[in-house]
């Protein structure tokens, strides 16, 4: 496939937001015969946090991001739009330390937050920029595991706290999906137990906003075989998307190995092609040990970045990142936090968008 006839194809299906709401992957599987040999494929979307208390992954930018006014979330989104993100997706409605972030009777709310409604202010901007949210379904009860997912009790919570989402905010015409923020692993296959519970709020999550998707990000893909038999879990999993952790910020892969993971997952993916292939790119490093409660994100360098979209573009639909906010920064943005590397990394990548997707920047 010629490389500017493919971008230009690329930016002309960008612009049709018709085509992009009926099917989010459309934008690669138009292109999916010259799949292999198509460039570098720009981010499309992102994690997005309001608070996260249970660690000092965010130490950075926690502390500004509970301070933000109604105008700076607003901006968040609106800076992640100028840059081509057509998708967001929210980590959590309630904290692990279990503070809302929205009025609920089921927890109480995070006082330390300046602005009173977060989430409705972000869903606002993205109405009015055209992106698409993932509206998280908790972490009501902390994080899940194979055995509190079997729970009837907490399954039930758990709904109740998505029939008050919904209830608040599916109004929003960017309201697009139902994140399932209790990642799993593959081992290097689902468990039955997370499958029977993404099946379950699957089913709820499409009775609440009918017509919506379901997205889950599970971790593991350095273990992955991609297998007839993980092809058969696939087909058994009620998720329309799975945004894999590329785990190189995890330093559980290099980005030459997350190439050859992702290939494998691609080849289950084609067996079973109404679930999704994306990625989640992780974009940072780590200031302090890694995974402990004194380490920190921090922004990777973008050559690093660069060699893992490179990796993956050849077999996934949409990559995702972990995250704009915080790591990847507009300098002197109304929404700007994180890490001082945050804004070099925001020029950095800019720079090669400007040089490859124009069409993206605004």
């Given at each position: 496939?010629?490389?500017?006839?493919?971008?230009?194809?690329?930016?002309?299906?960008?612009?049709?937001?018709?085509?992009?709401?009926?099917?989010?992957?459309?934008?690669?599987?138009?292109?999916?015969?010259?799949?292999?040999?198509?460039?570098?494929?720009?981010?499309?979307?992102?994690?997005?946090?309001?608070?996260?208390?249970?660690?000092?992954?965010?130490?950075?930018?926690?502390?500004?991001?509970?301070?933000?006014?109604?105008?700076?979330?607003?901006?968040?989104?609106?800076?992640?739009?100028?840059?081509?993100?057509?998708?967001?997706?929210?980590?959590?409605?309630?904290?692990?330390?279990?503070?809302?972030?929205?009025?609920?009777?089921?927890?109480?709310?995070?006082?330390?937050?300046?602005?009173?409604?977060?989430?409705?202010?972000?869903?606002?901007?993205?109405?009015?920029?055209?992106?698409?949210?993932?509206?998280?379904?908790?972490?009501?009860?902390?994080?899940?595991?194979?055995?509190?997912m079997?729970?009837?009790?907490?399954?039930?919570?758990?709904?109740?706290?998505?029939?008050?989402?919904a209830?608040?905010?599916?109004?929003?015409?960017?309201?697009?999906?139902?994140?399932?923020?209790?990642?799993?692993?593959?081992?290097?296959?689902?468990?039955?137990?997370?499958?029977?519970?993404?099946?379950?709020?699957?089913?709820?999550?499409?009775?609440?906003?009918?017509?919506?998707?379901?997205?889950?990000?599970p971790y593991?893909?350095?273990?992955?075989?991609?297998?007839?038999?993980?092809?058969?879990?696939?087909?058994?999993?009620?998720?329309?998307?799975?945004?894999?952790?590329d785990?190189?910020?995890?330093?559980?892969?290099?980005a030459?190995?997350?190439?050859?993971?992702?290939?494998?997952?691609?080849?289950?993916?084609?067996?079973?092609?109404?679930?999704?292939?994306?990625?989640?790119?992780?974009?940072?490093?780590w200031?302090?040990?890694?995974?402990?409660?004194?380490?920190?994100?921090?922004?990777?360098?973008?050559?690093?970045?660069?060699?893992?979209?490179?990796?993956v573009?050849p077999?996934?639909?949409?990559?995702?990142?972990?995250?704009?906010?915080?790591?990847?920064?507009?300098?002197?943005?109304?929404?700007?936090?994180?890490?001082?590397?945050?804004?070099?990394?925001?020029?950095?990548?800019?720079?090669?968008?400007?040089?490859?997707?124009?069409?993206?920047?605004?």
């Amino acid at each position: 496939m010629n490389d500017d006839i493919s971008r230009r194809g690329f930016a002309k299906l960008v612009g049709t937001g018709a085509a992009v709401a009926a099917m989010p992957w459309a934008l690669t599987r138009a292109a999916e015969a010259g799949r292999l040999e198509a460039k570098t494929k720009p981010i499309l979307g992102s994690w997005i946090s309001i608070l996260r208390s249970e660690c000092r992954h965010h130490h950075y930018w926690n502390d500004v991001c509970a301070k933000f006014s109604r105008e700076q979330w607003e901006s968040l989104v609106k800076e992640a739009a100028d840059i081509g993100m057509q998708y967001l997706v929210l980590l959590g409605t309630v904290d692990v330390g279990q503070k809302a972030f929205f009025d609920t009777p089921l927890a109480p709310k995070a006082k330390d937050l300046a602005c009173e409604n977060p989430i409705e202010a972000m869903l606002s901007a993205a109405d009015q920029c055209g992106v698409k949210f993932f509206i998280s379904t908790g972490f009501y009860g902390g994080w899940l595991n194979d055995k509190t997912m079997a729970d009837a009790t907490i399954a039930k919570v758990r709904f109740t706290l998505m029939a008050q989402l919904a209830e608040k905010y599916a109004h929003h015409r960017s309201f697009y999906g139902w994140y399932l923020p209790d990642e799993t692993g593959l081992n290097p296959y689902f468990s039955n137990e997370f499958i029977e519970w993404v099946n379950r709020c699957g089913r709820e999550g499409r009775r609440l906003t009918p017509g919506s998707k379901i997205l889950i990000a599970p971790y593991g893909a350095n273990i992955a075989v991609g297998d007839d038999k993980y092809a058969k879990q696939l087909e058994r999993l009620d998720a329309d998307i799975i945004a894999y952790q590329d785990e190189v910020g995890q330093r559980r892969m290099t980005a030459q190995q997350s190439a050859r993971a992702f290939e494998k997952l691609r080849r289950a993916h084609d067996k079973v092609p109404q679930r999704a292939l994306w990625a989640d790119v992780e974009v940072f490093d780590w200031d302090g040990p890694l995974n402990s409660p004194d380490g920190a994100l921090i922004p990777a360098p973008f050559a690093r970045i660069k060699q893992q979209l490179e990796a993956v573009s050849p077999f996934v639909d949409v990559i995702t990142i972990y995250q704009y906010q915080g790591l990847l920064s507009r300098p002197g943005g109304k929404a700007h936090c994180g890490h001082p590397g945050a804004a070099k990394l925001y020029v950095d990548y800019v720079n090669w968008l400007k040089s490859e997707y124009p069409e993206l920047v605004k």
